[in-house]
């Protein structure tokens, strides 16, 4: 074929590769496994757009890299299809979800097939498969016969919106993570599983894990983008601290009792003016007296009428008093005990000591309620100092102790502190105690679409206290031999958003079951609760490898102890917007099933890259903007190959670009061109020294950037090299392969053509004995040093840091700075960018870049 036509190849290696099995490893046999990964995504019922397919192809050039590099590259695919996506949009549409994720499966396998991925194709899995759900009950069940699953009433979140309860690392500024509805708190009977007891390893490993990586290089910690592991820290949010029992004062109708707080700033007790409870405190009741009952009944009906954002926003803080004081245990003084619905229950112990002189929101509360301003810590600023001593502001910083009794004079974040700390706990009304920002994770759903939750409830079990597990009487997780629970088909399977699940009108003979069990034998009924769907994706990976296995249908991942090889995953990549969430929750079940001597690995993804955003023509995507992009059309006119290569090319893997039509048949006609090129080499043809030298610079920086997965950059050698080339430079076919290689990751179907038909043109050996070695599994280009010239080095020209052009200049003016920045102002596609807007400044870095900065 002369002409480059897409369309005529794309089909043809498709199915070739699939017939062949090039991207299905021998699980068994593999030499130099590597399991590399996109996160589980979920079926966009609506089909994939460009984004899904930025981050899809980036996974899978990494693949193909490794895989060149002579590893047994393993890359699955499947469905995160169960949960309220799925069927909210099946709501939307009027189809059954079962109905709709048979639709949505086969559109999604079929635009993942058309975008060239190398797949192993027979190792996909749905999680709406019975095969697969089965295993996950069968996790939830040993969670719940580990004592690692119970069930709790305590006020949960809520979506009016998707009628379900939501996990708080499901919730953002308040909202529904999924409608951006906003949450309101209800009080409601739930399941929960106890991350909260890994909650220090989960926040230790992540600088402290040791592993070895597929070169067999050692690494201490997770080599995650900082923003992750920040997000994870933040979210665990360890912190220690005191708990100080301020004791009730004997006129109170509480006398007797005791207000315990949380703080890490007891260096400044002594400074406290009042304590605040939170409105669900349990002492709020006891400690009104009658004279303050009616106003205190009214402000907490008024605050159960706030959602937890607003509470948390409440830029007026309000409150009331309870009528009864405390004893601040460090100097005897009367304290006064408010509500304040900026103070939340689930937040330390619900109970807050008001320190305005040193704390800028207890300032604000005491000048709105006239409460004494006590400065106990002094600043070397003497304006600062004069304007917290006269109680015209707080401040907080390190000073010297002040009106603190016998600890006055001492450093307040130092010597002082520690001294203070080690007096109140020898006095007994303070101990050290480590709090969390990480809360256990909430796991029923009152939806549909999911996993029932496989726990059967005995009425009677429950009166006589027997239960599987002790202490949760009345509840037996089904046993193994009858998984999976089957979700029933039901017709009506809308919530009603009235706490109840719509499995509560499934048929009598499926919520009712026998319960044979050596503590009890009886009539039990099912729960009707769903499970989270992020409790499906938390063990996926797992799956893939032992799929195909013959005890596939006997265990939910194989022999993985026996057989380690596979894990942990070697390279994961995915988006941020995960990194509470599902990465989270995989790290807490993994360290489970270690810790169950199942696994024998802590961590799933010691390796995480977090690719970036595409936005269209400057904006980002939306229906209402009407600027969502179908890859289908663009790979219908321009291809695959086209698509996936100007995907990586618009800038930075990790950060995004945007995408535009015109850059789209851009690299359409740089495609073309390069077809053209590599069909114009001669069979004797030898190679030019200058070309050979670029052509090896090429190799030895893209070797190193793609394992990086610096790929726009890797793009613009590979452009500036045939840019070379068709200035008439002479490339012998073995270079010219070599130059298919490089870019055989990003257009996976034309170097393939081009590969197979040099074979054929030029007797160049691409066959194996088995009659067919793809250039996906042929080695990827070594550098010889011997033939790098160094008179010319290549600069990368940006703006505002993409990566706009390259330039080819001499070594003697690359540390020209003026030269270079001349240089680079002449170049075509960065004028065009330079007219857009005001320039701000250059940067240039010698012998490396220019980089326009453009406002």
């Not at 926003?313 to 900026?342: H, L, M």
């Not at 009707?528 to 799929?547: G, I, K, Q």
């Not at 003016?813 to 170049?827: G, T």
């Amino acid at each position: 074929m002369k002409h480059y036509n897409p369309t005529a190849i794309e089909e043809k290696y498709r199915q070739l590769w699939e017939q062949e099995l090039v991207y299905t490893p021998d699980m068994s046999a593999a030499k130099k496994p590597y399991y590399n990964l996109m996160m589980f995504p979920y079926p966009s019922a609506e089909g994939l757009h460009v984004g899904n397919m930025y981050a899809f192809t980036g996974a899978d050039v990494h693949g193909r890299f490794r895989r060149q590099q002579g590893f047994d590259v393993f890359e699955p695919i499947g469905l995160d299809g169960f949960g309220i996506h799925s069927e909210n949009y099946a709501i939307k549409v009027g189809r059954h979800p079962a109905e709709q994720a048979q639709i949505s499966e086969e559109n999604f396998y079929r635009q993942l097939g058309m975008i060239g991925n190398g797949f192993a194709w027979d190792h996909r899995l749905e999680t709406y498969d019975q095969e697969y759900y089965r295993w996950t009950q069968w996790l939830f069940a040993e969670m719940f016969r580990h004592g690692l699953a119970y069930q709790a009433e305590a006020k949960v979140n809520w979506c009016p919106n998707c009628k379900t309860v939501l996990a708080d690392e499901q919730v953002e500024d308040g909202q529904c993570e999924r409608c951006k509805t906003e949450v309101v708190r209800r009080e409601m009977t739930s399941w929960y599983l106890k991350i909260t007891e890994y909650a220090d390893r989960l926040l230790d490993n992540i600088d402290h894990y040791e592993w070895t990586d597929a070169h067999g290089e050692k690494h201490v910690g997770l080599d995650w983008p900082k923003k992750v592991t920040i997000a994870q820290k933040n979210w665990i949010g360890r912190s220690t601290g005191l708990d100080i029992d301020f004791a009730v004062s004997d006129e109170s109708p509480a006398a007797g009792e005791t207000i315990t707080v949380w703080t890490k700033f007891w260096e400044t007790v002594f400074g406290v003016t009042y304590l605040v409870l939170a409105p669900e405190h349990e002492l709020v009741e006891k400690m009104t007296t009658a004279e303050q009952q009616a106003v205190v009944a009214e402000y907490l009906e008024k605050a159960q009428n706030k959602t937890e954002q607003e509470r948390k926003e409440n830029r007026e803080k309000t409150g009331v008093f309870t009528g009864s004081y405390v004893i601040n245990p460090v100097n005897g003084q009367k304290v006064p005990v408010w509500v304040a619905d900026y103070v939340l229950t689930d937040v330390g112990t619900g109970a807050v000591m008001g320190v305005p002189a040193h704390d800028s929101r207890d300032f604000e509360f005491a000048k709105k309620y006239d409460f004494e301003i006590i400065q106990v810590v002094a600043y070397e600023d003497a304006e600062i100092n004069a304007a917290v001593a006269q109680g015209e502001r707080s401040h907080e910083g390190e000073g010297s102790l002040v009106n603190s009794g016998d600890f006055s004079g001492q450093d307040a974040w130092g010597a002082g502190k520690q001294a203070m700390k080690d007096w109140m706990i020898e006095q007994g009304f303070a101990r050290i105690r480590t709090d969390y920002h990480l809360r256990d994770w909430l796991i029923s759903r009152q939806r549909y679409w999911g996993p029932p939750i496989p726990m059967v409830f005995s009425e009677e079990a429950a009166k006589q206290g027997i239960g599987e597990v002790d202490g949760i009487p009345g509840w037996f997780a089904a046993e193994n031999d009858s998984l999976p629970v089957v979700l029933p088909h039901l017709d009506e399977y809308k919530p009603e958003g009235d706490g109840t699940s719509p499995l509560d009108n499934a048929p009598e003979d499926w919520k009712k079951v026998q319960i044979n069990h050596p503590k009890f034998q009886g009539e039990g009924v099912r729960e009707t609760n769903v499970s989270d769907t992020f409790l499906d994706s938390a063990w996926y990976f797992l799956r893939y490898p032992a799929l195909n296995r013959a005890d596939a249908n006997e265990t939910p991942f194989g022999q993985v102890n026996e057989d380690p090889s596979w894990f942990p995953v070697d390279a994961y990549i995915g988006g941020a917007e995960h990194a509470v969430l599902h990465l989270l929750y995989a790290r807490f079940i993994t360290m489970v099933l270690y810790d169950w001597g199942l696994v024998p690995f802590e961590e799933p993804f010691p390796f995480l890259f977090g690719h970036g955003l595409i936005i269209k023509d400057g904006a980002k995507m939306s229906k209402s903007r009407g600027n969502v992009v179908n890859p289908d059309e663009y790979i219908q006119k321009y291809g695959a190959d086209a698509l996936r290569t100007y995907l990586m090319f618009l800038g930075p893997y990790d950060q995004g670009g945007d995408f535009r039509d015109s850059g789209m048949h851009a690299m359409y006609k740089w495609l073309a061109r390069v077809w053209e090129t590599v069909k114009s080499v001669s069979k004797d043809a030898k190679t030019d020294a200058d070309f050979a030298s670029q052509l090896h610079q090429t190799i030895a920086a893209n070797t190193s950037e793609m394992a990086q997965l610096k790929y726009n950059t890797c793009i613009a050698r590979l452009m500036e090299l045939v840019n070379l080339w068709r200035e008439g430079k002479s490339v012998s076919p073995e270079d010219a392969v070599a130059f298919l290689q490089l870019l055989a990751p990003f257009a996976p179907y034309m170097t393939e053509a081009l590969y197979q038909d040099m074979s054929a043109d030029f007797d160049i050996q691409t066959s194996s004995a088995d009659g067919f070695t793809s250039i996906h599994t042929s080695a990827w280009p070594a550098v010889d040093e011997s033939k790098i010239q160094t008179q010319s080095v290549v600069i990368a020209v940006q703006v505002n840091g993409k990566l706009r052009d390259t330039m080819t200049v001499p070594t003697e003016s690359a540390n020209d700075k003026a030269w270079l920045e001349s240089q680079a102002r002449e170049l075509p596609l960065v004028q065009k960018y330079l007219e857009e807007g005001t320039e701000r400044k250059v940067i240039v870095v010698p012998g490396k870049i220019v980089n326009f900065v453009v406002a």
